[in-house]
């Protein structure tokens, strides 16, 4: 089992100190789901949600949080982020949309924690603007589907 790199000898709890790891290119990429009912699904490719544009509105709310997740999470490191993409798959026959982000970087720890909360503000983005047409709407699904880059090397989630 790995060791816990977040806790001290004494249970304490500590952020990682990564000064002696040498900076490589490390990039994450994850993905959600929102889905929603075929009215909800419609009004948000047919760019007529009265608070506007749906989606790209939430690519800007999921880039800004990539940039703020060590505001969020307690042990995330400030990091100097090179790249961010947010982008969706809308599926019309499932009404819901897929929302995959990306994050690259060239440092000394990596970026899964930042792609991870890309998506998920980006989902709660779309929630929030369409809430007044579809309280049922479900945020899942979020999970990282691969990242490469540090000591632990490359990660691809099969499916």
């Given at each position: 089992m790995p060791e816990f790199?977040?806790?001290d000898k004494q249970g304490r709890v500590r952020m990682v100190d990564v000064t002696e790891k040498e900076p490589t290119l490390r990039v994450a990429v994850a993905q959600g789901i929102v889905s929603?009912?075929?009215n909800t699904f419609d009004k948000i490719m047919n760019q007529t949600?009265?608070?506007g544009n749906v989606l790209e509105t939430a690519r800007i709310a999921g880039i800004?949080?990539?940039k703020k997740t060590s505001e969020l999470i307690p042990m995330c490191h400030p990091l100097n982020i090179t790249h961010i993409a947010i982008d969706f798959?809308?599926?019309k026959t499932k009404s819901d949309i897929k929302i995959e982000g990306a994050v690259r970087i060239v440092d000394?720890?990596?970026?899964?924690m930042e792609a991870l909360t890309a998506v998920s503000i980006a989902g709660l983005t779309i929630y929030?603007?369409?809430k007044?047409?579809?309280r049922k709407m479900i945020i899942s699904d979020i999970c990282l589907i691969e990242k490469s880059g540090g000591k632990s090397g490359v990660f691809m989630r099969k499916e």
């Open positions: 790199t977040h806790i929603m009912n075929p949600v009265q608070k800004m949080a990539a798959f809308p599926d000394q720890t990596g970026v899964e929030d603007m369409c007044s047409y579809d």
